[in-house]
Structure formats: structure tokens, C-alpha cells
């Protein structure tokens, strides 16, 4: 590689450079003024705004980087409007769990290693966005891997309760196990292929007669690894006690961002790997190797049907929330099994959609916890009467996951089911429905306990900052926004739907 392509590969990998320079300036600080961490958390948050910015720089780009060879057209990494848009997920994430970790009593009882805490979230968020951006296997697995670590420990790093650790072991032995079958995975796939590039791999399966059991055994492998992040049946085990176990903050954002990177890299790793082309419709014509959609559509219905059944009789609210992530995963995968350019760009719109109502829902959750550091359902118990702008936010979330107009949740799955119906996967979308008004009634669960339920004559109101009535309030305001006015967001969403 000539000092001209290493120049403009570094380039077009500035947002990752600014994540790793700027997780090198949190730990620089850290370690400098060790005795006051305020300034911290705001660190970390110009170097998510000036990230931000250099990926909105890049929107238009459609271009790779670190190409080792001529014929290695598509380099390592990515460049392209779907990576950058998903990057804007993951960083907007960042933005409001810090936020979040700013406003938790959990995180303030940790004040004297908040840096590290951090420092360890810049760790994901750098894994992440070089999740959604690679092209090649040995980049994917690092990326991957450097999710996963710093996960595994924020996930017990408060170290306040006996679940902390419970739950960063629990997370950390099923992640190690779905790790390794990835990582065997990957190596069946080189075996087969002797290439690690997606797009020599995909050149390779059309013009190569290649085994179709191994190669199917490897493909299920590398996607145990993704379905792990997804929570996707049956590799969600760990879902709910990790989620009920792991700081709020920290819950919320397992809850969101990983899910964005993992399913990212899904459909990079199917439409790079296995599409032979594109037709006039936009539908994927799949090289006849390994049957996605089959595979897609029973774990997407599979993983709705447990999660929204199971849901239904939780009573922490953290669990409930838990399972009901691993049913949006389902949503999520169906759409992907539509194989389309609509069915990707509906997947696309309906993270953004999951992104503000789970995020905004969490944040609740955690302020109420905060107040009386409880998460049972039978603590937000009059909730409407005594903090009225906590639980009339709360019940926009809801209403929005549920999927009921006119919420930008309604839309968002509306989108999908079309998507879905175009495919004419019809029994696909009449179970979905089902699953649709199954969650309505555990969401309509947590209204009555809100608004309905019998409490003391005299509640207090819960104490909460100004900063945060207004991150809540943003948050319930855009999903009602884009419930009404969402001609604009889709139309940038579709044309963020171009990969490289």
C-alpha cells in the first residue's frame, strides 16, 4: 500500500481515530487529575460531538479503505451512507447513556472510577463503529472481541450488589462460548474460501463449486455470534439476568448500541457475502448456497414469540424491558428476511424508532430507581399522580413500542409490515401481528399500574433534575414528532440504505 492510499484510507477512518484519540484523552485525564472527575463525562461528550460531526462529514462517501491488494477492491473497512448512518446511531446512544450515567445513583457511588467507566464505553463504541464498517473477517472478530470485553466488564463494573458480578459472569461465560463458535466459524469459512474479504468470498461462492454442508455449518456458526448480540432465540439466555444484573445505564445501552452494531454487521455480512445482485425491484438475488431467508424468518418469529410471551408475566421492570428487546430483535430480523432494499431500509427506520422509545423508557425507569431504589412494576404505582412528567414521557414510550399511532413506533412498524407484506410473507406478518397485540397487553400493564392502581394517600413526588425532565421530555416530544411529521426521516433513511 502506496503512502497516497494510506493517506486516504486514514482519511475515511477519522471517526474511529477520533474514538481512539479521545479514549486516550479520558484515560489521560483520569490518570492526571485523579481526585476530580467532573470534567470527565464532558470529555467524553465533545469527543461523541466531534465524531459526530466527522461522520456527517463523511454522509455522502461511498468508498473503502486499507486495501491490501488490487484485487481486494473493497479493503477492510467500509465507507459508505449505511455505516455512517448507523455510526450516527450508536454515537446519539452514547450521547444520551452518558447522560444517563451522569443523572444514576449507581454511577455516582462509583465517582472515584468513573474514568475508567468511561474509558471502557469509548472502548465499545470504538468496537462498534468498527463493527458496522467492516468488510473482512479478521477485522469483524477484532471489532467484535473489543465490544465484547469492555461489555462484559461494564456490566459488573459498579460492583454495588452481589448481581453486578453475576451478571458480568453470566454475560461473559455465554459471549466466551458464542465467541469461540464465531471464531471456528470463521475459520471454516477461510478453509472453503482462502479469503477473508467479503467481496472476494462472494466472487469466490459464484464461480467455485464449494462443499454446502460445511459451508452452511459455518455460516450458522458465524451467526451465533451475532444472533449473541442481538438476544436472538435461542441465544438470548443471557439476556434478562445480565439487563436485570448490570447498572441502568449501562442496561439501556447493551439494550440499543450493541444491537445497532451487531445488526449492522448482519446485513453487511448477508447482502456483501451472499447477494449476487440487486434486481429492478430492489429485492436481493441470493447466490444459491445457504437458505437466509428460511433461517431468518424462524429465529425472527421464534424470538418475538418468546419474547413478547415471556414478558407477560415479569414483574421487574428491568426483565420486562429485557425480553421485550429481545421481541423488537425479532421485528428487527424480519424485516432482514425480506432480503430488499425496502426491507433494509425498514429495519433501519425501525432501530431509529427502538433507539428513542427503549432509550427513553430506560431512562424512566432509572429515575424512579434513583428515587427509591426499587425496579419493581408495583413501584411506579400512581407514578401518573405524583410525577406527572416522569410517567406521561413513560407512557409515550410505551404506547410507541407497542406500536400503536400516532407514535413514531407506529410508523416505524407499519414501514416494516409492508416491507414484509411486498415479500408476500403473509403467515410471517399475521404472527407478527399476533405478537403486536400480545405486547400491547403487557405495555397497557405497566399504564394501569401508573395511572389505575390503588396507592397511600399521600405519594411524594419523585426528585428529578431539570436536565433530565428535559432529555425526557426531548425524547417523548421526538417520538410523537416523527409519529406525525415522517416523510423527511424516511426519505433520509432510504438513502442512507446504500452499501458499498
Given at each position: 500500500?502506496?503512502?497516497?492510499n494510506?493517506?486516504?484510507?486514514?482519511?475515511?477512518?477519522?471517526?474511529?481515530?477520533?474514538i481512539?484519540?479521545?479514549?486516550?484523552?479520558?484515560?489521560?485525564?483520569d490518570?492526571?487529575?485523579?481526585?476530580?472527575k467532573?470534567?470527565?463525562?464532558?470529555?467524553?461528550?465533545?469527543?461523541?460531538?466531534?465524531t459526530?460531526?466527522l461522520?456527517?462529514?463523511?454522509?455522502?462517501?461511498?468508498?473503502?479503505?486499507?486495501?491490501?491488494?488490487?484485487?481486494?477492491?473493497?479493503?477492510?473497512?467500509?465507507?459508505?451512507?449505511?455505516?455512517?448512518?448507523?455510526?450516527?446511531?450508536?454515537?446519539?446512544?452514547s450521547?444520551?447513556?452518558?447522560?444517563?450515567?451522569?443523572?444514576?445513583?449507581?454511577?455516582?457511588?462509583?465517582?472515584?472510577?468513573?474514568?475508567?467507566?468511561?474509558a471502557?464505553?469509548?472502548?465499545?463504541?470504538?468496537?462498534?463503529?468498527?463493527?458496522?464498517?467492516?468488510?473482512d473477517?479478521i477485522?469483524?472478530?477484532?471489532?467484535?472481541?473489543?465490544?465484547?470485553?469492555?461489555?462484559?466488564?461494564?456490566?459488573?463494573?459498579t460492583?454495588?450488589?452481589?448481581?453486578?458480578s453475576?451478571?458480568?459472569?453470566?454475560?461473559?461465560?455465554?459471549?466466551?462460548?458464542a465467541?469461540?463458535?464465531?471464531?471456528?466459524?470463521i475459520?471454516?469459512l477461510?478453509?472453503?474460501?482462502?479469503?477473508?474479504?467479503?467481496?472476494?468470498?462472494?466472487?469466490?461462492?459464484?464461480?467455485?463449486?464449494?462443499?454446502?454442508?460445511?459451508?452452511?455449518?459455518?455460516?450458522?456458526?458465524?451467526?451465533?455470534?451475532?444472533?449473541?448480540?442481538?438476544?436472538?432465540?435461542?441465544?438470548?439466555?443471557?439476556?434478562?439476568?445480565?439487563?436485570?444484573?448490570?447498572?441502568?445505564?449501562?442496561?439501556?445501552?447493551?439494550?440499543?448500541?450493541?444491537?445497532?452494531?451487531?445488526?449492522?454487521?448482519?446485513?453487511?455480512?448477508?447482502?456483501?457475502?451472499?447477494?449476487?445482485?440487486?434486481?429492478t425491484?430492489?429485492?436481493?438475488?441470493?447466490?444459491?448456497?445457504?437458505?437466509?431467508?428460511?433461517?431468518?424468518?424462524?429465529?425472527?418469529?421464534?424470538?418475538?414469540?418468546?419474547?413478547?410471551?415471556?414478558?407477560?408475566?415479569?414483574?421487574?421492570?428491568?426483565?420486562?424491558l429485557?425480553?421485550?428487546?429481545?421481541?423488537?430483535?425479532g421485528?428487527?430480523?424480519?424485516?432482514?428476511?425480506?432480503?430488499?432494499?425496502?426491507?433494509?431500509?425498514?429495519?433501519?427506520?425501525?432501530?431509529?424508532?427502538?433507539?428513542?422509545?427503549?432509550?427513553?423508557?430506560?431512562y424512566?425507569?432509572?429515575?424512579?430507581?434513583?428515587?427509591?431504589?426499587?425496579?419493581?412494576?408495583?413501584?411506579?404505582?400512581?407514578l401518573?399522580?405524583?410525577?406527572?412528567?416522569?410517567?406521561?414521557?413513560?407512557?409515550?414510550?410505551?404506547?410507541?413500542?407497542?406500536?400503536?399511532?400516532?407514535?413514531?413506533?407506529?410508523?416505524?412498524?407499519?414501514?416494516?409490515?409492508?416491507?414484509?407484506?411486498?415479500?408476500?410473507?403473509?403467515?410471517?406478518?399475521?404472527?407478527?401481528?399476533?405478537?403486536?397485540?400480545?405486547?400491547?397487553?403487557?405495555?397497557?400493564?405497566?399504564?394501569?399500574?401508573?395511572?389505575?392502581?390503588?396507592?397511600?394517600?399521600?405519594?411524594?413526588?419523585?426528585?428529578?433534575?431539570?436536565?433530565?425532565?428535559?432529555i425526557?421530555?426531548?425524547?417523548?416530544?421526538?417520538?410523537?414528532?416523527?409519529?406525525?411529521?415522517?416523510?423527511?426521516?424516511?426519505?433520509?433513511v432510504?438513502?442512507?440504505?446504500?452499501?458499498?
Amino acid at each position: 500500500m502506496d503512502f497516497a492510499n494510506l493517506h486516504l484510507s486514514l482519511s475515511n477512518i477519522l471517526p474511529e481515530i477520533s474514538i481512539a484519540v479521545f479514549l486516550m484523552l479520558v484515560v489521560g485525564f483520569d490518570l492526571i487529575f485523579h481526585e476530580d472527575k467532573k470534567l470527565i463525562p464532558y470529555l467524553a461528550l465533545l469527543g461523541l460531538i466531534v465524531t459526530g460531526f466527522l461522520v456527517v462529514r463523511n454522509m455522502g462517501i461511498t468508498d473503502s479503505a486499507f486495501a491490501v491488494t488490487s484485487m481486494n477492491s473493497g479493503g477492510m473497512v467500509a465507507v459508505d451512507p449505511f455505516s455512517n448512518y448507523f455510526k450516527l446511531i450508536i454515537i446519539l446512544a452514547s450521547v444520551i447513556v452518558i447522560f444517563f450515567s451522569m443523572s444514576s445513583s449507581e454511577i455516582k457511588a462509583i465517582y472515584k472510577r468513573s474514568g475508567e467507566y468511561y474509558a471502557l464505553m469509548y472502548g465499545m463504541i470504538l468496537g462498534m463503529i468498527l463493527m458496522v464498517s467492516a468488510v473482512d473477517l479478521i477485522l469483524i472478530y477484532l471489532s467484535v472481541e473489543l465490544l465484547s470485553l469492555s461489555s462484559y466488564v461494564l456490566a459488573g463494573f459498579t460492583k454495588l450488589r452481589n448481581r453486578n458480578s453475576e451478571a458480568s459472569l453470566k454475560y461473559i461465560i455465554y459471549g466466551s462460548a458464542a465467541s469461540g463458535m464465531m471464531l471456528y466459524g470463521i475459520s471454516v469459512l477461510y478453509g472453503l474460501t482462502g479469503a477473508t474479504n467479503l467481496f472476494e468470498i462472494n466472487n469466490i461462492l459464484q464461480t467455485t463449486q464449494i462443499n454446502i454442508f460445511t459451508l452452511s455449518f459455518s455460516i450458522i456458526l458465524i451467526f451465533v455470534g451475532l444472533g449473541f448480540k442481538l438476544s436472538a432465540v435461542p441465544f438470548h439466555f443471557w439476556t434478562p439476568d445480565v439487563y436485570e444484573g448490570a447498572p441502568l445505564p449501562i442496561t439501556a445501552y447493551l439494550s440499543v448500541a450493541s444491537k445497532a452494531a451487531a445488526l449492522a454487521l448482519l446485513i453487511r455480512f448477508v447482502h456483501s457475502t451472499f447477494v449476487g445482485y440487486v434486481d429492478t425491484n430492489g429485492f436481493w438475488d441470493m447466490i444459491s448456497v445457504f437458505d437466509w431467508q428460511t433461517l431468518l424468518i424462524v429465529i425472527a418469529l421464534f424470538t418475538m414469540t418468546l419474547g413478547n410471551l415471556t414478558a407477560l408475566w415479569q414483574k421487574n421492570l428491568k426483565r420486562l424491558l429485557a425480553y421485550s428487546s429481545i421481541a423488537h430483535a425479532g421485528y428487527l430480523l424480519l424485516g432482514l428476511a425480506v432480503l430488499s432494499n425496502a426491507g433494509m431500509s425498514a429495519v433501519m427506520l425501525y432501530f431509529l424508532a427502538y433507539l428513542i422509545m427503549n432509550l427513553g423508557a430506560f431512562y424512566v425507569v432509572m429515575l424512579v430507581s434513583n428515587d427509591n431504589d426499587k425496579e419493581s412494576i408495583d413501584d411506579i404505582n400512581g407514578l401518573g399522580f405524583s410525577s406527572p412528567l416522569l410517567a406521561v414521557p413513560l407512557s409515550i414510550f410505551l404506547v410507541s413500542l407497542a406500536g400503536i399511532p400516532p407514535t413514531f413506533g407506529f410508523v416505524a412498524k407499519l414501514n416494516l409490515f409492508a416491507a414484509v407484506i411486498d415479500a408476500n410473507l403473509i403467515t410471517a406478518v399475521i404472527i407478527a401481528l399476533l405478537n403486536t397485540v400480545v405486547s400491547v397487553y403487557y405495555y397497557s400493564r405497566l399504564l394501569k399500574h401508573m395511572y389505575f392502581n390503588k396507592i397511600e394517600d399521600t405519594v411524594a413526588a419523585i426528585k428529578v433534575s431539570k436536565t433530565d425532565t428535559t432529555i425526557v421530555l426531548i425524547l417523548a416530544g421526538l417520538i410523537i414528532f416523527f409519529g406525525i411529521f415522517f416523510n423527511n426521516v424516511i426519505e433520509f433513511v432510504k438513502n442512507s440504505a446504500q452499501l458499498l
